[in-house]
């Protein structure tokens, strides 16, 4: 991997339902008298993927369960936005004013990945149905139509245990590793690493959210470009399960520990 890259934001304009982000993105890039190369990264916002893809909810349409009224009277939400988050999680493990905290496809993310964010007023959208599958085929797609090959990440934003604010994560991945494995590999002064292992995909993904923002910017695409990447076939974010997560596992065993 090279020692230096540059990320690049590509204002699209405001992305519609419909909408097909390849095309948005080579216009906005024909524009910048610019094309997408060979070894390219492509970063996008959940947000904008998921409104061209049709996830879009209209909270007017939206029916609140007897839980959700329950939840979002505990937490001070608006029990249609409770039963949306309902609907998205796999889970719901607990929540704080406003906020709930879900289980969703192998991870833990507030309300759900469900947001109000850069959605038109009155309506919520919730994450792509399927980001790998959706980094894929615009990973495909890139490579019909330019006869390169990319990596893709579908980006979100999260917040982290005891930090403030958000960084980047990768919720969807095509063309390229999510994780680089360390293990085996010598530190400065001879021991092996042993456990090491490189989100490399997240790492990406928060290089790209300081160029595309997360308020009014309208950048829902980002070309990192230069990092010298081994690009593949690979598919897919790899995930850990929730009793070999330092976080997770230390919840539950604290809360084994209080039902004892």
Known sequence: MNAEFRVRGISTGIIAPGDNIVS??????LKLNDVILEGDIIVIAESALATAEGRLINLEEVTPSPEANALAEEF????????????????????ISGFLLCMKNGTLLPNAGVDA???????????????????????KE???????????????SRTHAMRVGCSGVAIGCAGMPSVIDDRGRSDLFGRELLVTKRALADNIATAAELVMGEADECIPVAIVR???????DEVGVEEIAAEDC?????LRNISKKETE
């Open 142 to 156: 890139i490579f019909a139509r330019c006869q390169v090959h990319t990596g893709v990440i579908v980006a979100d």
């Open 117 to 139: 964010s850069n959605a038109p007023p009155g309506f919520l959208v919730p994450l792509p149905l399927d980001p790998d599958a959706s980094a894929e085929r615009i990973r």
């Open 246 to 250: 330092l976080f997770m596992g230390t």
């Open 226 to 232: 230069g990092l010298g990447i081994n690009l593949s």
């Open 24 to 29: 948005a993105l080579i216009e906005a890039l």
């Open 76 to 95: 001070g939400m608006d029990s249609r936005e409770v039963e949306i988050v309902l609907h998205e999680s796999d889970s719901v493990v607990g929540g």
